[in-house]
């Protein structure tokens, strides 16, 4: 990882139940770093000064964990926007977990599928994404996976706005909150030998962003929930052990 290690109220998020329930299926975890939310925005001419506004804002660390907030990209009065959201829709009411979801992946579900109205949708900047190993135990090691070309990449989001609490007992977090999560689909042949129940929906060209954001029908949004072609995705080689 890079930077400041989280704490253990968010290492306990780290592998949390998903949006049906069951075990995860996919690593709460991507790394993001100013610079690079810059030259993937500016390049894709998305936004204009409150790209900077936001980026200036961020204290955080570059890896984004759930309940962390992140910059997120949507459409507001028909105009691509960016500002800072947080990680993590509320558990649904039939789940028995509390922990913020994270990742969606049943988009033919009633309870899901309100979510994914074009003026829900977002897109999610990031550099790489991170799968528990599931060849590895005690402990688990996360692999990192990037584009092949070593370009950022965006997931594809949902968003809402919901009031509550999402800090500690210790540190209650009572507002209204503008929350995000993004779509999970079928690992691809890079990442199924490391974890073979999901990954991320990753947007790499201007067409499927476009898409994503602006396309009306239904059959848009399901046609975009497939894996990342196999040479598009790497994993990428582990961090050198510091000296002791």
């Known amino acids: 990882m890079i930077g400041n290690e989280p704490n253990t109220e968010t290492l306990r998020h780290l592998c949390q139940v998903q949006d049906d329930g069951r075990l995860p299926r996919m690593c709460n975890l991507y790394t993001l770093a100013p610079w690079e939310v810059r030259h993937l925005l500016e390049h894709r001419r998305l936004v204009d000064q409150a790209l900077d506004d936001v980026i200036r804002a961020r204290n955080e660390p570059p ?19 960016i500002e800072p959201m947080r990680w993590g829709f509320p558990p649904p009411p039939f789940t028995t977990s509390k922990a913020p979801v994270t990742n969606v992946r049943s988009l033919g579900s009633s309870y899901w ?20 190993d599931r060849n590895t135990s005690k402990p688990v090691v996360f692999r990192w996976f990037a584009r092949a070309d070593g370009l950022p990449f965006y997931f594809a989001g949902i968003w809402r706005d919901w009031e509550g609490d999402r800090g500690t007992k210790a540190k209650p977090n009572v507002a209204r909150h503008r929350l995000y ?8 042949g890079i990442v199924e030998p ?7 929906v990753l947007l790499t060209t ?8 602006q396309g009306t029908s239904w059959e848009d949004a399901l046609e975009l929930q497939r894996p990342a072609a196999k040479d598009a995705v790497a994993m990428l080689p582990p961090a050198p052990k510091a000296a002791a």
């Not at 979510?115 to 799968?131: D, L, S, T, Y």
């Not at 201007?206 to 954001?213: A, G």
Request: aromatic share 12%.
């Open 63 to 81: 890896e984004i964990y759930p309940n962390y907030m992140a910059p997120v990209v949507r459409l507001a009065d028909g105009q691509r926007t």
């Open 113 to 132: 599928r309100p979510w994914f109205k074009r003026e829900q949708r977002c897109i999610v900047p990031a550099m790489a994404f991170a799968e528990p």
């Open 181 to 188: 999560a993004f779509l999970t689909t079928e690992p691809n």
């Open 194 to 200: 490391i974890h073979s129940k999901a990954m991320p």
């Open 206 to 213: 201007p067409d499927d962003v476009e898409r994503w954001l």
